[in-house]
């Protein structure tokens, strides 16, 4: 009697039976991540503020009064803030996506478990530190007497958006950092041109209208605008932002979905 063990076929995408299987192990690393993060430190979950609030403090020196960049009628501090606590969860989360795997290579080595697991997990642990910096933001609207708008209903929609593009981004690049090492150090500077292509310190409104569709195909356009506008009232929600910005967030997390799902058996080969 021959008995032969052959490699599963699986499909480019997860099956919900393994998602279910090992939803407690995803819990777990969420967990594990969370109660790491600021380990040690001295000012703990104050980090969470500091970046964020010491960026916006530059921002409004440099080109709220130096270059006197416009801020569509509101103070460019608040301005710059609230694009601020998006962008800060998007370049921390692909930052740390990116040696998700790299950083975790003497665990799934060993061990079975979907690969996905690990990037997916730093999209969800800097929500903690947003959900913190949101706080400084509600009450920077209150000392500049500032009423969210009707549209304010419309940040679950935003969120989604922030979360899907970052997850797709997270994926592409957690990937290829296992193939090619060169991505790790790249991705600081490409951190950088990202954020000066998104409307952070300056306003989308300087974008003329007939290139706002192709413009908005970069998702965290329409994330950043979104955010500004439903918080800080200060023109109309952009949904032809938020309608390209999707499109392209969807192509980024189903293309970065398939890619890593495709080159996830070779990762412990090379890792």
Request: hydrophobic residues 50%; positive net charge.
């Amino acid at each position: 009697m021959q008995t032969i063990i052959d490699a599963k076929k699986r499909d480019p995408l997860i099956s919900w039976s393994e998602w279910q299987q090992y939803s407690d192990l995803f819990y777990f690393f969420i967990w594990r991540d969370i109660k790491i993060l600021y380990k040690q430190t001295i000012l703990g979950f104050s980090w969470a503020i500091i970046r964020p609030f010491f960026s916006m403090v530059v921002f409004s020196i440099v080109f709220g009064k130096l270059a006197r960049m416009p801020s569509d009628g509101i103070p460019y501090p608040i301005f710059s803030f609230a694009a601020l606590l998006p962008w800060t969860y998007f370049s921390t989360t692909i930052n740390g996506a990116t040696n998700s795997l790299l950083g975790k290579a003497d665990i799934f080595t060993k061990i079975y478990f979907p690969r996905i697991l690990l990037p997916l997990t730093s999209v969800v642990t800097p929500l903690i530190d947003m959900a913190i910096s949101l706080g400084i933001l509600i009450a920077m609207m209150f000392f500049y007497s500032i009423v969210p708008g009707k549209t304010c209903t419309a940040l679950p929609l935003v969120m989604f958006l922030m979360i899907v593009s970052t997850a797709g981004f997270s994926l592409w690049l957690s990937a290829l950092a296992v193939q090619y090492r060169d991505v790790k150090h790249a991705v600081p500077f490409l951190s950088q041109i990202l954020m000066y292509a998104a409307p952070v310190v300056w306003p989308v409104s300087l974008v003329p209208d007939s290139l706002r569709w192709v413009y908005g195909l970069y998702p965290m356009v329409g994330v950043i605008e979104g955010f500004r506008s439903g918080l800080l009232n200060t023109t109309p929600f952009p949904w032809d932002l938020m309608t390209s910005g999707l499109i392209g967030g969807l192509i980024i997390l189903v293309t970065g979905w398939i890619y890593f799902r495709k080159h996830e058996m070779i990762f412990t080969d090379i890792a």
